[in-house]
Structures are given as structure tokens and as C-alpha cells.
């Protein structure tokens, strides 16, 4: 089993430890998940997320091939700003989703997800054939990476940079200093909270993390990392996507470019677009009991399914249970009753609009 950087720091402090793609990682720390999700919701957190993947793609053809690879479009990305996107399979199913950055207007990285790493490397490759102005490096084992999210995290961050972090917006990074180690400032996150993303040598990853501790941010595990994106409805691999469900199924169509030219998969998910949805992501409130992924969706009480769930919890800052669920487009429009199929019982839900939460724009302009 793999371990990022800060994996002994873990142990010392007693963390949970858990395997999560391929890597050995926190799930929690002593305060528990609910106290570390609410740190993040009003305060700080922060996350080692260093197992996640980074390849870099370069040449005077890197634009134009990662607008073939990926179904958003990278060329339209000035330098230092960043889009999220699906890779897909020819058939429209889907390799991962990831973040692009554009760091010179011929170099550019990619952050893919940690239990994609090797999958993903053979597929760009093999895609990257006959492409002679590109070259492909897999720099995941030089960066180390840590997520600092939370109404403070630019308050927080402020002191350790002279990066003007109050005019980097979102999507966007900025080559700096944090603490005098070099990195990669980057206003991005996975929680549906204001915060930013930190990319430094894996030898500085350490420094970096005890750096923010000292400026209050809670340390966060992969427990809490999970209940966040979900109120959030922030897909995650394996569960919202996989090589079986398409972007379109997930609810990921703003990110697909079509008029960019072509692109993996463009056939496979233009004939399921015009052809129309057979099945949906949809949002569910529950009205009792916490649906987990794989639990059987139904229309009725007894009935067979319809779907199923891909990620359910108890919201921590909602405080009833919500789901996220794969199921048949006509019951998927919102207000629908349904019901979750939990250890032998059918529990009522609603289909309900999501993000299940977003944080108000008011409260984001006081902190």
C-alpha cells in the first residue's frame, strides 16, 4: 500500500487510517468527522490530498491534444487558469474526471484521481500516439498537495504568502511562496467551500502542513472530505461516475464542449443526447435511515428498481439523511416520491434540487 508524504504524520497523531485508492490514508482524526466537516463549514480545514495524480502534458500540440482527450476544452484556457472535465471511453463512458491547468501556453497538468493514476497514464499514452508534438510526464511522485478549505482559508492563508489571493479567482493558481516553500497557489477545492489548493514538492509537504496547522486549520480526513462533496453534490469516481456511466448520466453536461471539434467519445455521447436520457443523477432527501451506495431505489414500496444509490449520508449541516441516486429518467424530476430500499425496508424520499447545500453568497462575502 502507497503513502503520501504525510502518512507517519498521521500515525503520530493517532488518525484512523484507512486503504482509499491504493493509498493508506486518515479517515479521521481525534475530534471525529462531525466536528471536522462543521470546522470546515464555518471555520478551517485542513486536507492531505497528496495521493492524487499529476501528469504533465507539453509541446506545441498539448492544447489540441487535450482538447481530444478530455470532453471540456483546454485550449480556451488562459495561462494559470484551470477547468474541471470527464475523460471519457470512445463508448462515453468514463476514465475519471479531473482538473486541467494551463501553466505556460505549451505546458500543461493534470490532477487526476489517486486510484486512477496507473489507468489513466496507459490511456493518455496510447491516446498520445502518433502525436509527435506532445510529451507526457507523470510527476505524481515529485508533488505533494493540501487542500485548505473553509470560510478562513484566505484570512489564514493571507500571512503566509505575497500572493494577492483577494484577486485570484476562482479556477485560477498562481506559481508563489507559501510559507517560503515554492508552489502552486490554487483557488479550487472539493467541498463547496471557499478555500484553495496548495501544490508543493512531495519533500516540503510536511513543513507546509504544520505550517497551516499553526494558522488554525483543523486537520480533515477522507470521512469528512466525503459527507462535504456530497452536500455539495460533487461527483466521485467510482460512485457517480465509472466507465459504465457517462457524463451526460451524471449531470455533467455544462462540462462538455461540443462545438470544440471532436473528441473521445463526442459519437457515443451525441447519439445518447439526441437519442435521450435513459437514467439520471438525481438528489434524494430521505425521510429516515442513511441510504449507502448500492442500495436499491424504488417507485413503490415492494416494487423492483428503478435505480440505485451511489452515495448516501446524514448530512451534518442539514441534519437528515440525503443520497445521490443513478435511476430511470421518468421518475426523476423534482418533488417525486420514491423510496430507498434499506436492509429489508422501503424508506420514503423525495428527489430534491441539488447542491443539497450551498453556502450564501452573503456569508461568503463576510468571511
Known amino acids: 500500500m502507497r503513502e503520501t508524504p504525510l502518512t507517519s504524520w498521521h500515525r503520530q497523531h493517532q488518525a484512523k487510517m484507512m486503504e482509499f485508492g491504493g493509498f ?57 487558469q484551470a477547468l474541471y472535465t470527464p475523460m471519457c471511453y470512445e463508448n462515453g463512458g468514463t476514465v475519471d474526471d479531473l482538473l486541467v491547468y494551463r501553466l505556460k501556453s505549451d505546458r500543461f497538468m493534470l490532477v487526476v484521481n489517486a486510484g486512477n493514476i496507473e489507468k489513466d497514464w496507459v490511456w493518455i499514452n496510447r491516446l498520445a500516439d502518433g502525436w509527435s508534438a506532445v510529451t507526457l510526464k507523470d510527476r505524481s511522485e515529485e508533488i505533494g498537495l493540501i487542500a485548505l478549505q473553509g470560510p478562513d482559508a484566505e484570512s489564514k492563508l493571507r500571512p503566509l504568502t505575497k500572493a494577492d489571493l483577494a484577486s485570484l479567482p476562482s479556477y485560477h493558481a498562481v506559481p508563489t511562496t507559501v510559507a517560503g516553500l515554492e508552489g502552486l497557489v490554487s483557488r479550487t477545492g472539493y467541498t463547496g467551500e ?78 445518447q443526447k439526441a437519442n435521450g436520457l435513459k437514467r439520471r443523477s438525481v438528489g434524494l432527501r430521505l425521510e429516515g435511515g442513511i441510504a449507502r451506495a448500492g442500495y436499491d431505489v424504488v417507485a413503490e414500496r415492494g416494487a423492483k428498481p428503478i435505480g440505485r444509490v451511489t452515495s448516501g449520508t446524514k448530512s451534518p449541516t442539514l441534519g437528515y439523511p440525503i443520497a445521490l441516486a443513478l435511476i430511470d429518467t421518468a421518475f426523476a424530476s423534482v418533488g417525486t416520491s420514491l423510496y430507498v430500499r434499506i436492509r429489508g425496508r422501503d424508506i420514503l424520499a423525495t428527489v430534491v434540487k441539488t447542491p443539497f447545500y450551498r453556502r450564501s453568497r452573503a456569508a461568503a462575502e463576510t468571511s
Open 24 to 80: 493508506l490514508m486518515p479517515v479521521e482524526y481525534d475530534r471525529g468527522i462531525l466536528a471536522e466537516h462543521m470546522s470546515v463549514r464555518e471555520h478551517l480545514g485542513a486536507f492531505d490530498v497528496s495521493h492524487m495524480g499529476e501528469f504533465e502534458v507539453s509541446g506545441a500540440d498539448a492544447a489540441r491534444f487535450l482538447d481530444y482527450v478530455v470532453t471540456n476544452q483546454p485550449s480556451a484556457l488562459s495561462v494559470g
Open 194 to 271: 471557499p478555500g484553495f489548493e496548495l501544490y508543493v514538492s512531495q519533500r516540503d509537504t510536511v513543513a507546509l502542513w504544520e505550517h497551516l496547522l499553526d494558522q488554525g486549520a483543523l486537520p480533515v480526513g477522507l470521512g469528512a472530505r466525503d459527507t462535504l462533496r456530497l452536500e455539495a453534490r460533487l461527483p466521485l469516481y467510482e460512485h457517480e461516475l465509472t466507465a459504465e456511466i457517462t457524463p451526460l448520466e451524471a449531470g455533467l453536461s455544462p462540462f462538455i464542449k461540443w462545438d470544440k471539434g471532436d473528441f473521445v467519445g463526442k459519437a457515443a455521447l451525441a447519439r
